[in-house]
């Protein structure tokens, strides 16, 4: 291994006590793979036991809490203990290299498109008829608020029983504990909003639910993390700035969230709006002040932005980088850096994808800047 990327391979630890054996974590993407019951299939088998040693943290892709919370049709999930033991194998392959395995508890809110393709209706904040949508979420009552959180608890109880190390708690990418922080997408005046702490409430709750199962059933080691997008901006429409989402994070940490993961587009982003004329993730970083590890997602492509990454961040996850390269890791640690793979073309048959995920990544309007080769 050459000595210019030794800093990688240090070990870290987190807030529980637990150590991450490098300061690589894949980031958590969906597969599109899995049954359309959401139980694991021989496909998410494949994709991740050619993945399992690209990171010390090994983060599953959104698993779904809530059957009325599904973002996809073929989305792993962990809402009913049917998927307990797809979920153990699923487990058992990740952690085979050891490194730890995350599985990300999820509910798409607002963008449940699998819910609503199976049911007709999609559960949201407020019902806002937002221009991006095809129909018009309806506004959740307390007692279903109540009910999410704890689906929350029940599936953390299931990833403990699937020999999950821990679970990531997903508050990032317009998704449902997002759109309870944003003042665009929550317009409620009770308990759950009306205010910036008000809006903070929902996110925490799930977040206390979470901590408090696990250490209940599984003691301190298991790892409880938070994602979040450090912003949300739409031209004027603000739904809060990286000053609000360093206020939440604050309260993250005191509520026990053992990483944070910062998920932006770039690494290097600056603020939309507000911030301090830095880039967002060394503003995060700085706030957080070595309390508890950050993990940083965005566009980091090659061993060089991981190690330009690491100047405000402890642990990059890698997302494009480790789909067009499941060795991405093993090729840096072994001094190989000039072998790490940059295209998927004419190699698709080797990388595990499905159709589906082959497919998003193809869409012109996809959030995320495309593979490079899957066009051709």
């Not at 494009?320 to 390269?325: E, L, N, Q, T, Y």
């Amino acid at each position: 291994m050459s000595n210019k990327y030794d800093s990688l391979f240090e070990p870290i630890t987190l807030g529980n006590g637990v150590e991450s054996k490098n300061r690589f974590a894949m980031a958590p993407m969906l597969v599109f793979a899995s049954n359309e019951d959401g139980t694991i299939s021989q496909e998410d088998i494949d994709y991740f036991k050619l993945r399992n040693d690209t990171g010390g943290l090994i983060i599953t892709g959104a698993a779904a809490v809530s059957e009325e919370g599904l973002g996809a049709i073929t989305q792993m999930a962990v809402y009913d203990d049917e998927k307990v033991p797809g979920l153990k194998r699923l487990s058992d392959v990740i952690k085979s290299k050891g490194n730890k395995a995350i599985i990300q508890l999820h509910n798409a809110g607002r963008e449940a498109l699998g819910a609503y393709l199976r049911n007709g209706k999609v559960l949201a904040p407020s019902a806002i008829n937002f221009p991006f949508l095809d129909y018009v979420p309806e506004e959740l009552t307390h007692e279903q608020i109540l009910s999410i959180i704890d689906d929350y608890g029940q599936a953390t109880s299931r990833a403990i029983e699937a020999g999950y190390d821990g679970v990531e708690i997903h508050g990032a990418n317009h998704y449902l504990l997002q759109q309870f922080f944003s003042a665009y997408s929550n317009k409620r005046n009770d308990e759950w909003g009306g205010s910036f702490e008000k809006r903070m409430a929902f996110p925490l709750a799930v977040l206390r639910k979470v901590k408090e199962v696990a250490i209940q059933q599984a003691g301190k080691d298991f790892i409880v993390g938070y994602r979040i997008s450090p912003e949300e901006v739409h031209g004027e429409n603000i739904g809060y700035t990286v000053d609000e989402s360093v206020k939440l994070i604050d309260k993250i940490i005191e509520n026990g969230a053992d990483y944070l993961h910062i998920s932006s587009l770039d690494y290097k982003a600056m603020p939309g709006a507000g911030g301090k004329g830095e880039p967002i993730a060394k503003t995060v970083y700085d706030s957080i002040s070595k309390r508890v590890p950050m993990i940083l997602a965005g566009n980091i492509m090659s061993p060089d932005d991981a190690l330009a990454a690491l100047e405000y961040t402890d642990i990059v996850a890698l997302g494009r980088a480790v789909i067009i390269d499941p060795d991405f890791v093993v090729k840096v640690r072994e001094g190989r850096v000039d072998e790490i793979e940059k295209s998927v073309d004419g190699r698709l048959e080797q990388l595990g994808l499905s159709k589906q995920l082959v497919d998003f990544w193809s869409m012109e309007n996809t959030p995320l800047p495309p593979l490079k080769g899957l066009n051709y």
